[in-house]
């Protein structure tokens, strides 16, 4: 007799599954670390005559059993549900089934922590105020680090509207920028549509010092580590916006035809 979990794939051998008789799934974050939260660990087992008999691969378990990753093999051990709940020995083994990834933009599914991949394709460097925060790349604009731009194609106008320097007033500032700029750092921030997302935005001036301070934390550098001073959304009046420099975390009103280098965000 094989127990086994019922699996919702294609029809398999009759001769392998036709003795299905119990089922049993356990959460896979009870099998320690190396089981991703959300993945599945399943037990077959199948009865054996003696401790010394084999554990071999049954008839109709194959290819469909491929798929079922690197720990599939049979293992000898003692059960109790074996001969009619006297116990016996049998062959078992566990398998671990990976949580289907979510397309990208489909966040409401997962929970993220500081230094994930993003929906976007960026890394979360802030979860705070029920919202998450992702940077892009420094390839997001297709070169091998951050593009620069002036803030603003307008650079002696001071942009309607209220600009905030506070984490959570980016999205908002962009959006000025946007209305108010042909061209300029928003503008190219605003543009940005990594993981087929719209909703990217230049940092405000308090968004941006927290990607400052998370810097040294991140790991893959290449990817996504910065170089030289960086643009805020941050207007500070009609000549000057906020910038930092993420050599030394200094921030500066900055006049804003200066050409600075420029790195989108998202929350959500």
């Known amino acids: 007799m ?32 190396n089981v991703a939260s959300g993945d599945e660990v399943w ?23 491929a798929s079922w990753g690197t720990d599939s093999s049979w293992k000898p051990s003692w ?21 289907t990834p979510v397309a990208a933009g489909s966040s409401s599914t997962v929970t993220y922590a500081i230094g994930d991949t993003g929906p976007g394709g960026g890394l979360v460097f802030r979860i705070s105020g029920g ?18 731009d002036v803030w603003c194609s307008n650079v002696s106008t001071e942009l309607s509207g209220t600009f905030g320097t506070a984490i959570g007033t980016g999205a908002q500032n962009t959006a000025l920028m ?5 061209t ?9 549509a990594g993981g087929g997302l719209t909703d990217w935005f230049l940092p405000s001036q308090n968004e941006l010092n927290e990607m400052f301070s998370y810097q040294g934390l991140i790991v893959d ?3 996504y580590g910065f ?37 989108p965000v998202r929350a959500f």
């Open 2 to 33: 094989l127990v086994v979990k019922s699996v919702p794939r294609a029809v398999r051998s009759k001769s392998f599954f036709a003795a299905l008789s119990v089922l049993l799934m356990i959460a896979a974050t009870l099998f320690g670390a």
């Open 43 to 65: 037990h077959q087992s199948y009865p054996r005559g003696s401790a010394s008999e084999a554990c071999v691969a049954q008839p109709g378990e194959t290819p469909w059993q």
């Open 79 to 99: 059960a109790l549900w074996a001969n009619e709940g006297q116990g016996g020995w049998v062959c078992d083994r566990s398998i671990t089934w990976a949580r």
């Open 131 to 148: 919202l998450t925060y992702e940077m892009a790349p420094k390839t997001w604009s297709g070169g091998i680090e951050d593009p620069t």
């Open 178 to 182: 946007d209305v108010g700029c042909m």
């Open 184 to 192: 300029g750092a928003g503008v190219e921030a605003a543009n940005h």
């Open 221 to 223: 550098t290449a990817t």
């Open 227 to 263: 170089d030289g001073t960086y643009w805020s959304s941050s207007q500070s009046d009609a000549n000057d916006a906020w910038d930092q420099a993420f050599e030394s975390g200094n921030q500066f009103e900055t006049v804003k035809s200066t050409t600075l280098r420029v790195r």
